[in-house]
């Protein structure tokens, strides 16, 4: 059975251990991936080393091979990755495609793997090797780094309520939190990175906002508005601010004062 090489611990084969098998952590713990494999369908990368010199006598180098799943380079006709032990042969590849996602759980151990699907990432809680501590990032996180249990549809499945950080039951799997009522959402979308601007017109307009707050010149490349974007947002929703939006402003008018200097007025 070809086995994916992203976060859960899949069954390996016969020939095989556990952590020989491409699996999302590698040898033992939950990986820390980058979404970075290439098509299951295209063969091994190969980058074949130039000749010395032109003419059929000049001496053969061996085939460099690149890791499709975590990026390393190994030499010779090796049917798995060296480094993370991933298997190269088609299945594998197709089997690590189908457990990937914009999920990625932390580990300086092997930094270069690629994301992990929602329910990968349930499989790996359920299993043990995500605990309240992990340090995880994905769509409820905006791509952004944090604590497991302060993540929103997943800390309830390691017994926390994100938004008041009280205990709830796991068993069942809450719909809310007893405590504070806050509703619980498992994240169904899979090719989503649930990015705070997730739209061109959106970027621009955050950009165009924190020049403001950065005090730059109207009229700036990245200040002028583009009427003619279509887009499916509009100006309503784009004016409507966030608990993120507003922390990034503060982030951004504290960046600004410190730039202007002292006795330099505050951004307008």
Not at 22 to 45: F, N, Q, R
Not at 113 to 142: D, E, F, H, K, N
Request: charge should be negative; hydrophobic fraction near 30%.
């Amino acid at each position: 059975m070809p086995e994916p090489n992203t976060h859960p611990p899949p069954v390996p084969p016969e020939s095989e251990s556990p952590d020989a098998v491409g699996t999302a952590s590698g040898p033992s713990e939950g990986a820390d991936t980058e979404s970075s494999a290439a098509p299951a369908e295209t063969p091994v990368a190969v980058a074949a080393a130039p000749p010395d010199a032109p003419g059929a006598d000049a001496p053969k180098r061996p085939r460099i091979v690149l890791c499709p799943y975590c990026g390393h380079t190994q030499q010779g006709n090796t049917q798995k990755c060296g480094e993370c032990g991933g298997l190269f042969e088609p299945l594998s590849r197709r089997a690590t495609q189908i457990a990937m996602g914009p999920w990625s759980v932390r580990d300086k151990n092997h930094p270069f793997r690629p994301g992990c699907s929602y329910p990968v990432l349930i499989q790996m809680i359920r299993a043990g090797r995500i605990t309240p501590t992990t340090v995880l990032r994905g769509p409820t996180t905006r791509q952004f780094w944090s604590i497991a249990r302060n993540v929103p549809g997943v800390a309830h499945h390691l017994g926390y309520c994100h938004a008041c950080g009280k205990h709830v039951s796991t068993d069942p799997v809450p719909t809310h939190c007893p405590h504070c009522s806050v509703p619980f959402h498992d994240v169904k979308t899979r090719n989503e990175l649930g990015l705070q601007f997730p739209t061109r017109r959106a970027a621009e307009s955050a950009q165009r906002s924190l020049n403001r707050l950065l005090g730059n010149a109207p009229g700036s490349g990245n200040d002028t508005d583009d009427g003619n974007a279509d887009s499916p947002e509009t100006s309503e929703d784009l004016a409507t601010p966030t608990p993120a939006d507003e922390s990034d402003e503060a982030l951004a008018a504290a960046a600004a004062s410190a730039s202007d200097g002292p006795g330099a007025d505050p951004p307008g």
